[in-house]
């Protein structure tokens, strides 16, 4: 398994793309500067789940599927466009809103801050980082072309060389994630002011709006 993959070309590549911000990697920036690093890293691992389902879903043949079904690709891609656009909106209507003041509103699921705490929100901004990674029919259709090229060409059985390669992807997505929640955090720490809080969220929201703007353009 591990000698049908070309793994000193597949890491520096996997590197790149996963360095390169997206919007799941703003998602973890700004989740840092707003919840601290730690929440931020809780919060991505709903994005794993939703890699390692597309990286199952590539080793049982349906990203190709996804590539050749114009319907099925215009559904899942007009569906990330809308929950990208309503995300992107929403970040930039809320920039610079204090974090705290945003959960007590929500109610933080029902339950009480304890000693004062406000009880962070992990498991929705989980879940807003698993629908993230999940509506980008691009991610699928991405892993069904990137993956496949660090195959070796004598390599019999694809399967679980193509598993290996994606756990690995995952694996240093997740290092790159936790970059990105570290500079979060350290900005947080730094006490950046409101000011420059609120710029980096209608930043991020921009983005978000630009990556619904190019998905919706984008053909198969």
Known sequence: ???????????PAAVLLAATPGANQLLALRNGLRHGPRAAVGASLGRFAAFALMVAAVAAGLGALLAASEVAFTVVKWSGVAYLAWLGVRTVATAGRPADAQ?????????APRGGRPVLPTRRLARQEFVVAAANPKALVLFTVFLPQFLSRDAVHVVLPLCALGAAYIAV???????????????KALGITRRARRRLDAATGVA??????WLATEER
């Open 1 to 11: 398994m591990v000698t049908d993959v070309e793994w000193a070309a597949f890491f």
């Open 103 to 111: 959960e007590r509103r929500k109610g933080s699921g029902g339950a």
């Open 173 to 187: 997505e997740f290092c790159c994630a936790c970059g990105y929640a570290a500079l979060g955090g350290r900005l």
């Open 208 to 213: 978000m709006l630009g990556l619904a703007g």
